[in-house]
């Protein structure tokens, strides 16, 4: 069973930073290629927030403009989502995924609030 566990959320205040990590474990991890974030804040649909290939090609949603940086240790199976500049609206749970064949494994989530 492969399982994405997120950490590094909290409370920050409006221009802070946050760095997220999210560590996977299981069986098949030599095969995992996406790994990223989504998130979601209450009453909203989940959206994506960025994502890594096993090579290291990256892509953002819309809305991140520069402000979060996506990263991946294939050694450790990690992914980190760097997030600078926060405002109130990225208050929302962040989701962690690892793709493995053409599955997507989901984290808990890890809860990050800012405060204006």
């Known amino acids: 069973q492969v399982q994405p566990v997120e950490s590094g959320g909290g409370l920050v205040q409006a221009g802070g930073s946050l760095r997220l990590s999210c560590a996977v474990s299981g069986s098949g991890l030599n095969m995992m290629d996406g790994m990223g974030w989504y998130r979601q804040a209450p009453g909203k649909e989940r959206e994506f927030v960025a994502g890594?290939?096993?090579?290291?090609?990256?892509r953002y949603g819309s809305f991140v403009k520069g402000r979060f940086t996506i990263s991946r240790d294939n050694a450790k199976n990690t992914v980190w989502l760097q997030m600078t500049g926060l405002k109130p609206e990225d208050t929302a749970v962040y989701y962690c995924?690892?793709?493995?064949?053409?599955?997507?494994?989901w984290g808990q989530g890890t809860q990050v609030t800012v405060a204006s």
């Open positions: 890594i290939s096993r090579g290291g090609m990256t």
């Open positions: 995924y690892a793709g493995i064949s053409s599955t997507n494994y």
